[in-house]
């Protein structure tokens, strides 16, 4: 791989991972009234072809279990609906909206739907449109679903279904180019600390960049880069599975993102087709190259859960599929986000199990509020910072497809 060379030796800021939770860092620097100072954006492979941005179910909901997952996606849903404003009205951006088909939570036991009502007072309570529905609401609205075994549903169609995130990611990017932020495809290998401040960083090829910030938003590899500075965080590379395919009996009205009990989920994908995703079994941590594909997953146990769920899918074509990753965050589920309590020049965006991209707006948001005042000045999201994980008080996220 032929690495490139930094333009210069020292940046205020180094964000080590250029996919969308990088750029979004580097985009909201880029357009800060009160940060002038140089941003660096490293990432060992600029096409981002593995990274878990290309390789995302690229949808967006409100039904979280934490008021702070509630309110970070609801800025997010005003980000991407409001994309153009956001970017100053540029005219080279597209206005891309939400395709608003919802999430379907479905519960098939007591304790289940329980659940299911406690989290719907806490995302209605943070101004999410969520709804229960009885089965026999389900299946007026939806009635593909076969539903004996299923006591409620859950359901948002407000801000909650795909929207285009390789445009948002993509225009982050490019407009914190055009505004001087400086993208490397390079590799992160060390870092040097002393007392309590990462003072460089040293590429692979052998160039040392003297450092304000170090931003780790390395994804899967979060622990990998951590560890540089002598860190470490409980983040490991997961796989997920995905699926398109066509049906030979199309459904006659979109199909919400259904979380099937069973733990697989399906969707609408447009122009006549659909998209399922998930794991099977035990969830090991892979190695960060690793995206080798069970076919036999597909046969043996997806489609036949698919069948099960909406009939009309028992006569299938699968197009085409793929394996990403999930960056785990395994002690709670949530975001490390923010400052280390003892490198207080290092920072992390990491850890978000399955929700990144649809977070990166107000985590974006975040880092360069902090990077430029020193605190939160929209949304605090000092609960997730990791001084949380040295401690007896993790914040759980439930909701984790």
């Known amino acids: 791989m032929a690495f490139q060379a930094p333009q210069a030796n020292q940046y205020d800021v180094v964000i080590v991972g250029g996919a969308i939770m990088g750029s979004a860092a580097a985009w909201f620097l880029s357009k800060s009234d009160t940060f002038d100072g140089s941003v660096l954006v490293v990432d060992r492979d600029m096409s981002f072809e593995h990274s878990a941005t290309a390789q995302s179910t690229s949808c967006i909901r409100q039904q979280f279990s934490t008021d702070l997952n509630i309110q970070i996606s609801r800025f997010g849903a005003d980000f991407i609906t409001n994309l153009r404003r956001f970017m100053g009205d540029d005219p080279r951006v597209p206005e891309i909206g939400i395709r608003n088909f919802g999430y379907m939570y479905l519960a098939d036991t007591a304790e289940y739907a329980r659940d299911l009502h406690r989290r719907q007072a806490v995302q209605v309570a943070a101004g999410a449109a969520t709804r229960l529905l009885t089965p026999d609401e389900i299946a007026a609205a939806y009635p593909f679903y076969a539903l004996d075994d299923i006591v409620l549903g859950s359901i ?62 390395a994804g899967p590899r979060a622990a990998q880069v951590a560890a540089l500075a002598g860190v470490g965080v409980p983040v490991e590379p997961r796989k997920r599975y995905s699926w398109v395919f066509t049906a030979e009996k199309p459904l006659d009205r979109d199909l919400p993102l259904t979380i099937d009990p069973s733990g697989f ?49 028992d006569a299938l074509k699968l197009t085409h599929s793929w394996v990403g990753h999930y960056e785990m965050n395994t002690v709670d589920h949530n975001a490390i986000i923010g400052p280390h309590p003892e490198i207080d020049n290092l920072l992390f965006m990491n850890g978000f199990s399955g929700h990144g991209l649809q977070q990166a707006p107000a985590m974006g948001r975040g880092i360069a509020e902090w990077l430029s005042f020193g605190r939160y000045r929209s949304l605090d999201l000092s609960p997730f910072h990791f001084d949380r994980l040295l401690g007896a008080a993790p914040q759980v996220e439930l909701a984790v497809i």
């Open 265 to 313: 989920h399906v969707r609408e994908n447009g122009g006549g087709t659909y998209q399922a995703g998930g794991q099977a079994g035990p969830d090991p941590a892979v190695d960060f190259d690793d995206f080798a594909m069970d076919h036999s997953l597909w046969e043996c146990t997806v489609w036949p859960v698919l069948a099960a769920r909406i009939p009309q899918f």
């Open 156 to 217: 948002n169609t407000v801000d909650e279904g795909y929207f285009d995130s390789m445009a948002v990611f993509e225009w982050m990017r490019r407009q914190a180019q055009d505004r001087g932020v400086v993208y490397l495809e390079n590799e992160v290998v060390d870092m040097s600390v002393q007392a309590d401040r990462v003072m460089s960083v040293t590429l692979a090829t052998g160039a040392v960049v003297a450092c304000g910030h170090v931003v780790n938003a």
